[in-house]
């Protein structure tokens, strides 16, 4: 049995090819979704601000260590996708930064 690690990963790319009714409803609720809005959860967190151009999803995602970062990667990928088809939102490419929580040193304060 593998043990499993925690991920943090930020997903990040461009609204492309919006509808006008995903651009008003973006920019309705472009307060709920600004920097003060960030957390990382399994079910994710939208953030953009009301040029609508770039966005950047942040989701906590539980791996098996032995697959390592590619793999909390491509299942953030994955679900950072799937919500924004149920969305309604076109984007293009995507590319994440993923952080091990469970080796990342922390260095405290003496």
């Known amino acids: 049995m593998s043990t499993q690690h925690t991920y943090r990963v930020i997903v990040r790319g461009t609204f492309e090819g919006l509808s006008e009714e995903s651009r008003a409803r973006l920019l309705a609720e472009v307060d709920a979704h600004g920097m003060s809005a960030m957390r990382f959860t399994p079910e994710g967190s939208l953030a953009y601000d009301r040029t609508l151009k770039h966005f950047s999803y942040r989701l906590a ?13 491509a299942i953030a990928e994955d679900r950072a996708e799937t919500a924004l088809k149920e969305l309604g939102h076109g984007y293009g490419e995507l590319r994440s930064s993923v952080t091990d929580m469970d080796t990342m040193k922390i260095n405290y304060k003496r």
């Open 61 to 73: 995602v539980m791996s098996d260590a032995t697959d390592g970062e590619e793999m909390a990667a």
